[in-house]
């Protein structure tokens, strides 16, 4: 078996946009309708930033070689 050239790690957090449509149209003063993608990230990405700095465990991450494949 050979090694593969890279490896990737990867950490994935998922947040359900349902949660967070009616801060953001309220916030905005806009309807659900009129809510972005952009708007979404803006609004979660202190979650993110304080998702991403909690410590780690093997189980946390996926690893990857350089085709995606799951190591």
């Given at each position: 078996m050979s090694?593969p050239?890279?490896?990737?790690a990867?950490r ?7 949660n967070?449509?009616d ?5 905005n003063?806009i ?7 952009d708007?979404l ?9 304080e998702d991403?700095s ?7 991450i996926?690893f990857q070689d350089?085709?995606g494949?799951?190591?």
């Amino acid at each position: 078996m050979s090694l593969p050239e890279h490896i990737n790690a990867i950490r994935t957090f998922t947040y359900s946009t349902d949660n967070f449509i009616d801060d953001v149209a309220m916030s905005n003063e806009i309807s659900k309708d009129e809510v972005t993608t952009d708007m979404l990230t803006d609004w979660i990405k202190d979650w993110v930033a304080e998702d991403m700095s909690s410590p780690l465990s093997r189980h946390d991450i996926v690893f990857q070689d350089e085709n995606g494949g799951e190591l």
